[in-house]
């Protein structure tokens, strides 16, 4: 019973931010009616937001350039749509495009050549491609609209793309700066086989993936946590999974490192 209570507030949930997401998405889009910081701040209040948007908010849109479309026009066929838009893609998108390429490649080569310089490119990039796909989505949006094909399932991408990088994002900001990441990083300061594998350990980078999770409650604070790093020695770096436990009155240590 609390599975199937968790997963309707699950899908109740990411149906309410996606719905805030096609919602701002919308407003930004296109002519309408009302205020459209107004409506942009009501979309996003959770759960009452997209419902209001849904009832009413939607109604209030007047597409770009509706009084002059043809409604009898030929639809756009799906290759001459994106053939177009491919050819439409614009300067700084193709440069942001390429610079994640590059820095990908960069990332796998260096790990593979033994290059001991800026590893963390390879996080970078796929940062960086996301954006970009994210932004090549938002005008494919924009180019069926105007040849009035289907959206919905853009939308929905679209949005848990945006959530993906919010996520990504607030992993990259939180556990770098957590107890659990300073008691690892302390604790690999002083393994002795980590040290001979890798020299004499000059920093670590995070990468953001994996996981942390705390619990607390009046006997104290338990916790777990998953943590990908860049171990930089003086001889060489290395990309080591650290995993680590918060027993009641203990520090975090590690308890599996591969």
């Keep these: 019973m609390q599975i199937l209570l968790f997963l309707l507030i699950f899908i109740i949930g990411l149906g ?31 759960f009452i937001g997209p419902i209001l948007w849904l009832t009413k908010g939607r109604k209030l849109i007047i597409k770009n350039g509706q009084s002059l479309r043809n409604e009898n026009a030929e639809k756009i066929s ?6 177009q838009l491919i050819k439409n893609i614009g300067t700084p998108l193709k440069i942001l495009t390429l610079i994640a390429l590059a820095l990908i490649l960069y990332g796998y080569l260096a790990r593979a050549l033994n290059i001991y310089f800026f590893w963390e490119s390879k996080s970078i990039g796929f940062g960086l491609l996301l954006f970009a796909i994210a932004k ?41 700066n957590s107890r659990a990441y300073s008691s690892a990083t302390e604790l690999l300061k002083t393994d002795s086989e980590l040290i001979a594998e890798v020299g004499e350990i000059t920093s670590f980078s995070y990468l953001p993936s994996g996981s ?47």
Aim: hydrophobic share 45%; with cysteine.
């Design 136 to 176: 090549f989505i938002l005008d494919d949006i924009n180019a069926r609209r105007e040849n009035k094909m289907h959206r919905i399932v853009f939308y929905i991408v679209f949005g848990i793309l945006c959530l993906t990088i919010f996520i990504k994002g607030l992993i990259a900001i939180i556990i770098p």
């Design 212 to 258: 942390m999770g705390t619990h607390k409650d009046k006997y104290g604070t338990t916790g777990n946590a998953n943590l990908t790093l860049i171990v930089k020695g003086n001889k060489k770096y290395i990309e080591k999974n650290v995993v680590l436990v918060k027993e009641l009155e203990e520090d975090w240590k590690i308890i599996s490192l591969k």
């Design 16 to 46: 309410s931010l996606i719905t805030s997401f096609v919602a701002i998405i919308q407003i930004l889009s296109n002519d309408f009616k009302e205020s459209k910081i107004q409506w942009i701040l009501i979309s996003m209040i959770a």
């Design 78 to 83: 799906l290759s001459e749509h994106y053939t």
